[in-house]
């Protein structure tokens, strides 16, 4: 059956006891589609997924795969109850967008196959076994962290201080080890270059706002949004504070360029997604993983919001590409 994206879990788990899955026809994979948050930008990557497995011949519309989809809306216990729907269909495989819904789909099997999209590394997940080894189970398209240090280092070649030093505000959740994780390496960079970091914690996008402006009130020049569900989630809010504040976005994620931040060197959302979904087609295709393992994200891309741009009369290099 499909879920209805917008139930509460308690409703979610009545759904699920007094509902019938949707019958499978005979001999069509059934792929288990576990998205951890609604997002205009991480939507992409089920676009992107879905797209690769229609160009390799698995299209609901032809009726060659079935797709169950759920979001569980940023709640966790949802997003557990979703992932135990799926192992106890037997879905043919799982697909997990973002980083909670892998590591959840990896808590709850390891049989069927996890092929992850905008997740990082199994080192960053902490989804390593005593032995320092990942899931077996675990396929899709992985990112680790170096890219960052290309997104973050742009920042003090297009903005000068309004003070002795550049000061660099972000919001982080403490709950999400790749958020930390990037905290961590963002303030080991700006360490180098004599940067200082203002960074809150911030457990919800329901939290966002009063953070955001918290952090405004420290005389940044510059907010940084790193590589974070919340702030995926909250960014429209983030943007019109710093806007209101005259304070420059700049980002890791190139999705996030598109909807008001100013420049980024990032994973392109949409083929992250498209090369997660080419290695679960070749799954599809042999029900074998011979041959598959995960793989770093292959593209990224630099782009920049000319509106932002002009708005804070930053000069972009050439190497940029204007988002449309």
């Not at 698995?58 to 169950?68: A, L, P, R, W």
């Not at 030093?165 to 994780?181: A, F, H, R, T, W």
């Not at 940084?224 to 504040?245: G, H, M, Q, R």
């Amino acid at each position: 059956m499909k879920f209805f994206k917008y139930l509460p879990a308690a409703l979610l788990l009545i759904s699920m006891v007094a509902c019938k899955p949707k019958p499978k026809a005979v001999d069509v994979p059934v792929v288990g589609f576990a998205d951890a948050f609604e997002d205009a930008t991480i939507s992409q990557a089920r676009t992107g997924f879905t797209d690769a497995l229609k160009k390799n011949g698995f299209s609901e519309e032809k009726k060659t795969v079935q797709i169950e989809y759920s979001n569980a809306q940023g709640n966790i216990p949802t997003l557990g109850l979703i992932v135990n729907h799926f192992v106890s269909e037997k879905v043919d495989l799982l697909a997990t967008c973002t980083t909670l819904a892998t590591v959840a789909a990896l808590q709850k099997t390891k049989d069927i196959p996890v092929f992850a999209m905008v997740s990082p590394v199994p080192e960053r997940m902490k989804v390593l076994d005593a032995n320092g080894k990942a899931p077996a189970n675990l396929f899709g398209a992985l990112e680790e962290l170096n890219y960052i240090d290309t997104s973050f280092n742009i920042i003090p070649k297009l903005l000068k201080p309004k003070g002795a030093k550049l000061v660099i505000g972000m919001i982080y959740n403490q709950s999400e080890p790749q958020s930390q994780d990037a905290l961590a390496r963002i303030k080991g960079l700006a360490e180098k270059q004599n940067i200082t970091i203002v960074a809150l914690p911030v457990n919800t996008s329901a939290d966002a706002q009063l953070v955001t402006q918290s952090l405004l009130s420290k005389n940044i020049d510059a907010f940084f949004a790193n590589p974070d569900n919340t702030v995926f989630a909250s960014f429209e809010t983030i943007l019109k504070a710093c806007n209101e504040k005259n304070v420059p976005i700049f980002t890791s994620e190139a999705g996030l360029v598109k909807r008001g931040a100013v420049a980024a060197f990032g994973a392109d959302i949409y083929q992250w997604g498209y090369q997660a979904g080419e290695q679960a087609a070749q799954y599809l295709k042999t029900h074998k993983t011979d041959g598959i393992k995960p793989e770093l994200v292959k593209i990224r891309t630099r782009v920049y919001n000319p509106v932002a741009a002009k708005k804070y009369n930053i000069a972009i290099p050439s190497n940029f590409q204007a988002v449309k």
